[in-house]
C-alpha cells in the first residue's frame, strides 16, 4: 500500500540538496553490447522528512540538462540537441515525490512523477537512507541512494540508429541512479 506523502510546503524537517555532493547517473547499452554511463551534475531540489523519518516524506528534485557530462564532448552536444533532452527548450528534468513503501530497515520506494522533456511519466525508484552525520561545518547531513530503470522513448528520447549487423545504436532502456546528500535547514 502506498502512503500518501505531505507535500514539501508541510510541517517536517526540511533538506536542501547539496549540488556539490549530489548526482544523478545513467547508463544506457550502446551498440546492443557496451553500457556508455553519464551524469548529471546540476542536481537541486528538497528532500522533507516528517517527524525525523528518513524513510518518509516527499523529495522534489531539479536537474539541470545541460550538464549533461558522457566524458565524450561529441555525444553531450548530441544528447543536448533537439534529437535528445533539447536543453534550449526544456532546461530542467524534474522529479516529485507522491508517496512512500517502506521495504524494511532503511529501504524504501519512493513513487513519483519524472518530467523529461514535456512528457511526465509515474515511476518507481528503489531507495535506501544512508545514514547522517554532522559534516566538516558543523551542519547535519543525510545520504540517500535511488535507482530505477525507464524506457527513454516514453518520454520522447526517440533517436536511434540502425546497425548494419542488426539491432540499434542505443538501447531503449536507461539506467538510473541518485545519489543524493542533502543538508538539514534552521
Known sequence: MVAAAPAPSLAGTVWKIDPSHSLVEFGVKHMMFTTVKGRF????????TPNGDPTHGTVAVEIEAATIDTRDERRDAHLRSGDFFDVETYPTLRFVSSGVEPQGGQR???????????VTK??????????SGVNLY????????????????????????????GGVAVSEEVKLTLEIQAAKQG
Open 108 to 118: 524504501f520506494r519512493l513513487i513519483g512523477d519524472l518530467m523529461i522533456r514535456d
Open 41 to 48: 551534475g546540476g542536481v537541486s531540489g528538497e528532500v522533507v
Open 138 to 165: 558543523g551542519q547535519q547531513v543525510a545520504g540517500y541512494t535511488a535507482e530505477t530503470t525507464i524506457n527513454r522513448k516514453e518520454f520522447g528520447l526517440t533517436w536511434n540508429a540502425a546497425l548494419e549487423a
Open 122 to 131: 509515474s515511476v518507481v525508484l528503489d531507495a535506501t537512507f544512508n545514514g
